[in-house]
């Protein structure tokens, strides 16, 4: 039976490094397979699904031995989006796609409609594409990849630079559009919380490139667990559980756990410093004319650890600038140590 998508007995090394990213590779994907590849940094999961798209070597020139069996029309989607484009606006980038398949101008215009559509792109078709938040530039980049109507489809950490939010609306799309085509994919990620979950199948590379396990990601994560963890590979919070139970069921063993983790941080900030180190009063951040956030109270205390989470484009970088002076803010106060930061020398 012919392998549909895989390797056997593959090596690869570079030209440029005395030693092998990948030993001794082999592995059969089936057709529809959803397929998570896992493992420590520089254990060459990059690497290996460049191997299989047929990006090595036909792109990127390394030695190789053993067989690779790659399918002729093949998409990846990378970690920075911005490196697969190569037009100005949303309906040129899909457009050049649809070239690539010689498809007739006249029918493009449905096609690209339909294309943002099914990736759930809202924003007129003549949107520049430096205007579009980091999401929405990966849902572009999954369009011209639809556009090409690959076989396969390859992800190399496509939600690296999305905010939580982002991140799982990226996964939810992909799961969407697993069910619909049954769709084989081949995932690179290290957040695993959104895919993890719907993956057929794990794949567990140690760090000299050798795969050391392959099965069900739920044996995975529960056979593999030192392993993974001396590799630095982030677990999922709850799989194999479900978020839903767990908030549903006081009882239940992680819900009891982080019950206890906040009672623990609530009485450490009873007890804890209360010097304040940065303070704001109705605080206004934007930059130029625009406005983004207003009226920010906060305080900050000696010692803390401080998260800032939001949307892309909410604000969490204006505001880190503010914070250090170099932006300066619109309205308000803003204290270090409860003294205004204009009043401070910029030294």
Known sequence: METFLGCKNLFIRFYNRSEQSLQNITLSINKGEKVLILGPSGSGKSTLI???????????????????????????????????????????????????????RNEMDKMIADLMLQVGLNVDRRTPIETLSGGMKQRLALACLLAL??????????????????????????????????????????????????????ILLNDCGTVIADGKPKDILQNFQ?????????????????????????????????????????VNKEKGNNDVVIRTENMEIGYGKKTIV??????????????????????????????????????????????????????
């Open 50 to 104: 460049s191997a299989l798209a047929g990006i090595i070597p036909e792109h990127v020139e390394a030695e190789v031995s053993g067989e690779v069996f790659s399918r002729k029309n093949g998409g990846v989607m990378f970690q920075d989006p911005d490196s697969q484009f190569c037009m100005l606006h949303v309906d040129e980038e899909i457009a050049f796609s649809l070239e690539n398949r010689s498809i007739p």
């Open 149 to 202: 109507q690959p076989e396969v489809l390859f992800f190399d950490e496509p939600t690296a630079q999305l905010d939580p939010k982002g991140r799982q609306e990226i996964f939810d799309l992909l799961h969407q559009l697993s069910k619909q085509t049954n769709q084989t994919m081949v995932f690179v990620e290290h957040v695993l919380d959104g895919c993890i979950e719907w993956m057929d199948r794990a």
């Open 294 to 347: 207003s009226d920010i109270n906060v305080e900050i205390r000696k010692g803390q650890w401080v998260s800032i989470i939001g949307q892309n484009g909410s604000g969490k970088s204006t505001f880190l600038k503010s914070v250090i002076g170099l932006e300066p803010i619109k309205k308000g106060q803003l204290y270090f140590q409860h003294k205004e930061l204009k009043k401070w020398s910029d030294r």
């Open 226 to 266: 030192k392993e993974m963890e001396a590799a630095g590979i982030w677990r999922p919070k709850v799989f194999p559980e479900k978020w839903s139970e767990v908030v549903e069921n006081t009882s239940h063993p992680i819900s009891m756990k982080l019950s206890e983790k906040l009672e623990t941080k609530l």
